[in-house]
């Protein structure tokens, strides 16, 4: 059973900076892709980034230059740097694993229960 719990959420003002980590447990098989996305209220779900385990990224438009994903596979633990925060970004963010480098949320198998960004 593989588990996700995400963390690093809060409050910040436009143009700061939050750090999310995604702690993964249990059997996560080691070609598994990782991804952040985030929701707002009455919005779909959106990919922000992913990555894959050869270390490939991929960013959506609307974060690229600002927000940076990377996974401490010693750790295995992922996280999202997220800097130059625009209240647009404010959401619940959410960390997923899947077998596919995918922005569709439909291909990822497992997600944490997310973390709230809210910025002001």
């Known amino acids: 059973h593989v588990q996700l719990v995400e963390s690093g959420g809060g409050s910040v003002q436009t143009g700061g900076s939050l750090r999310l980590s995604c702690a993964a447990s249990?059997?996560?098989?080691?070609?598994?892709?990782m991804g952040w996305f985030c929701q707002a209220p009455g919005k779909e779900r959106e990919g922000l980034a992913a990555i894959a385990s050869d270390g490939t990224t991929s960013y959506a438009d609307s974060v690229k230059g600002r927000f940076t994903i990377s996974m401490d596979n010693a750790k295995n633990t992922l996280f999202l740097q997220m800097n130059r925060l625009k209240p647009e970004d404010t959401a619940m963010y959410y960390c997923?694993?899947?077998?596919?480098?995918?922005?569709?949320?439909?291909?990822?198998?497992?997600w944490g229960r997310g973390t709230q960004v809210t910025v002001s």
């Open positions: 249990g059997r996560l098989s080691y070609n598994y892709c």
């Open positions: 997923a694993a899947g077998p596919l480098l995918s922005w569709d949320y439909k291909s990822y198998n497992y």
